[in-house]
């Protein structure tokens, strides 16, 4: 996109507000914003707190997710760019997560390990990865129990083209 993708407006609304608003609606009462520009997430409404690692892509924001929500009885991550989500999916994603289950993640084509809800209590699971070496997300999936939750490729649908805008 030549641009940081949470501040691009899709319908009129930034992506990272929409993406945002989805999972307050879906039941998360609390969303922070991992990695980026402080200054202009936080200029857009939302809390932001530092990739747990910075340069190792999505798997040092999911370690900081986990970790921050340490306290909370799941963690929903999900990717900025993807402004169709709807609070229906999150919920789904967060009814997967039942007794016995690590992960609920999505499923379209194929797993979507970005965006799904896991146990806060793997940010030990996924530190240990990070120290190992590992920068793939599911290879750390591998290691645990997880459920695949359905959902609309549309409704997860990356927007990586400006032309991905208008569709």
Known sequence: MGR???????????????????????????VVAVGGDRQVLGSLGLAVVPDAVAGIGPIGGLLAALQHGSEWGAVVTMSCDVPRLTGEAVRSL?????????VAVAFTDRRQPVCAAWRPALSAVVDEAVRR???RIWRVLEQLTVVEVALDQRVLANMNTPSDLND
Request: with cysteine.
């Open 4 to 30: 940081d993708k949470a501040t691009l407006l899709f319908e009129g609304v930034p992506m990272a507000v929409r993406v945002a608003n989805s999972l307050r609606a879906g039941g998360c009462s609390t």
């Open 133 to 135: 070496g590992e920068r």
């Open 94 to 102: 967060l009814a997967a997560l039942a007794p016995g289950v690590d």
